[in-house]
């Protein structure tokens, strides 16, 4: 049975989806450099303050977008957990 709207929507859904891959990975590159640098500064591995400042202003741009905010602040706070945990592997053993 094929389905070409289901299809066409689909197609663009994993369109989608690899361009989330693609940025996570980007962002994930540049929070490494981060991690590293943080390590060398002898800086801790979570910046709280820097971190809920982020929250607000994504959960600014989601409602302005017409997702979520409490969704948004959740896939945040995972990629956020993700990150310190890199960097602080990267504080104790130079590895993410």
Do not use: C, W
């Not at 369109?15 to 801790?44: C, S, W």
Request: hydrophobic share 45%.
């Amino acid at each position: 049975m094929t389905d070409d709207r289901l299809s066409s929507y689909r197609a663009s859904i994993d369109n989608i989806d690899a361009a989330i891959v693609h940025m996570l990975a980007e962002r994930f590159k540049i929070t490494q450099a981060v991690g590293e640098y943080k390590a060398a500064a002898g800086l801790p591995a979570a910046d709280p303050e820097r971190e809920q400042a982020q929250i607000e202003r994504l959960q600014s741009l989601a409602s302005a977008a017409g997702l979520d905010p409490a969704f948004t602040e959740k896939f945040l706070r995972f990629v956020v957990a993700e990150v310190i945990r890199h960097h602080q592997r990267i504080a104790t053993d130079g590895t993410a």
